[in-house]
């Protein structure tokens, strides 16, 4: 089965050696995404800042592969500060509807560019060839 790589500037560039996101067949693999804002690669300010930029940097990429955040089957959070689970909890809530994707969260010691959380996920998009 081939793959391709999904690109989109309405996300952050590649900081180092991956892509965004790769689709195989209906299956988007996306990779971690931080609080960057895409145009200027700075990371926003704040837990709740970073949560939103996170979730809109998934949602460009799920867009770029012909798909949407409700499309998302795995969705993993990685938070510096557990304290801020029912924040990122309320945030979520706001970009997605039931059903909602199966998830983890992680405390983790640290995260790139000294962000505060970090999200990536498994995308299956919708069928088009009408089976």
Known sequence: ???????????????????????????????????????????????EAQTRRVFDNLKAVCEASGGSLADIVKLNIFLLDLSHFQLINQIMGEYFVQPYPARAAVGVASLPKAAMVEMDGIVVLPDSGGN
Do not use: C, F, K, N
Request: charged share 10%; proline share 4%.
């Open 1 to 47: 089965m081939s793959r391709s790589v999904i690109h989109t500037e309405l996300a952050p560039a590649a900081i180092g050696t991956y892509s965004q996101a790769i689709r195989v067949g209906s299956t988007v693999y996306l990779s971690g995404q931080i609080g960057l804002d895409p145009y200027s690669m700075q990371l926003v300010s704040g837990i």
